[in-house]
């Protein structure tokens, strides 16, 4: 027995790796000549990763994101307090009309906050001339946007605007940003958006809610938000082309409360929203893989598209994570493979020396050239589905 279990974990070559056989009814070793691009971006369309400008520019990291990835998210850099800045720059409405923002008939204001897209101008550049697609991440979200935005005169210190006036304020953000994207000769690239981020687990004292009031699966402004996008790229002819998400954490937690506001949203007649995108930032511990199915199945049941948008899998050790992630990229192959329309795969991340939860080892690379065992489990649950 001891010389069969040695055998089963020796390195031979770069073709065979350590592997857990828990749980695994069939074991294949994941082989050079596959990868997460010709696996999963082949299978699911989008197989991402999250990125910043800097990573991009260096070409030794570029190299290795377009051998891996054909879609990147910016980790921060497409947020609102990015493009705002965190204390506002106003500009008079006509100055902005001269700049092309977009401003609603309904904006009753003499200034807007100007809006700086020199970061994502030379990321379109970068993803358009080296063949990689561009989520956009996000548009409306509690965290990561100045408090500024929501009170009287854009001043900090001001009372909290009216319903009326923070609609006025929404859509000429929204329609701005997006028009800006996709009047830019770089702007095909981009194929989603994150319109909504995680309104479910918003707090009471975020502008959002101290103007729109507490969260509920029916959300007014929210519906609202999704139009406007979806205004936005259908002035583009692009309403076929270009996928709206609401993005969540916990999403698997949510699911039900998630299908109700999305089917809101929807309930007008026309598809505001595509579907659910899945952050997944998961621990070796929880979700279950089960657990996690199950809301993918409740997504799947409800016509949604899914996008898994910033997979990560927290774990004390590769052995326990290689084992889980195994589980969870089955079933998420699984669903696939019976029908669901799931249209992306985005880790959040390229290392776990640069991620968000670095002290949690939470990827498939310890660092951009070192792959885990993880790393290869993945490959072998999209093999042990499809084959090869």
């Given amino acids: 027995m001891k010389k069969i279990f040695k055998r089963l974990l020796t390195v031979a070559l770069s073709t065979t790796i350590a592997i857990s056989l828990v749980g695994i009814s069939k074991v294949y070793a994941a082989t050079n000549d596959q990868t997460l691009l010709n696996t ?5 369309g989008k197989d991402g990763t999250c990125i910043n400008l800097s990573q991009l520019q260096n070409q030794a990291t570029l190299n290795v994101v377009k051998q891996r990835y054909n879609s990147i998210t910016l980790e921060n850099e497409m947020k609102p307090d990015a493009l705002l800045g965190f204390s506002p720059n106003l500009i008079s409405v006509s100055a902005a009309k001269a700049l092309g923002y977009y401003i609603p008939s309904n904006y009753t204001e003499a200034t807007v906050p100007r809006i700086n897209f020199n970061t994502i101008d030379q990321v379109l550049q970068i993803c ?19 408090d ?88 583009f002819g692009l309403q076929n082309k270009v996928s709206l998400f609401y993005n969540d954490y916990n999403e698997y937690m949510e699911a039900s409360d998630i299908v109700k506001m999305i089917n809101f949203i929807n309930n007008s007649g026309v598809k505001y929203c595509s579907g659910i995108g899945c952050q997944s930032h998961l621990s070796s511990t929880f979700p279950s893989a089960d657990y996690y199915k199950a809301a993918l199945q409740t997504f799947m049941n409800a016509g949604l598209q899914i996008q898994i948008t910033e997979l990560d899998a927290g774990s004390d050790n590769d052995t326990d994570q290689a084992a889980y992630l195994y589980n969870i990229m089955s079933s998420i192959c699984q ?10 795969i985005t880790w959040w991340g390229l290392s776990d020396d640069v991620s968000w939860r670095h002290s949690d080892h939470p990827l498939l690379f310890s660092s951009l050239y070192s792959p885990k065992a993880s790393y290869y489990r993945t490959l072998d649950a999209y093999t042990n589905v499809f084959g090869r």
Wanted: hydrophobic content about 35%; proline content about 3%.
């Fill in 40 to 44: 999963y971006g082949s299978k699911f």
């Fill in 128 to 146: 358009y001339n080296n063949g990689l697609s561009l989520r956009g991440h996000t548009l409306v979200w509690h965290s990561q946007t100045p």
């Fill in 148 to 235: 500024w935005l929501f009170r009287t005169g854009y001043n900090a210190n001001g009372s909290y605007v009216t319903p009326a006036v923070m609609d006025a304020r929404m859509q000429f953000y929204i329609k701005t940003v997006i028009n800006h994207v996709y009047s830019s000769k770089y702007g095909s690239v981009v194929y989603a958006w994150d319109v909504v981020n995680e309104y479910f687990h918003s707090p009471a004292t975020s502008g959002w809610n101290k103007i729109y009031g507490s969260v509920t699966d029916y959300p007014q402004f929210v519906k609202n938000a999704f139009r406007y996008a979806y205004e936005a790229i259908s002035s």
């Fill in 335 to 344: 669903l696939k493979k019976a029908g669901a329309n799931i249209t992306g």
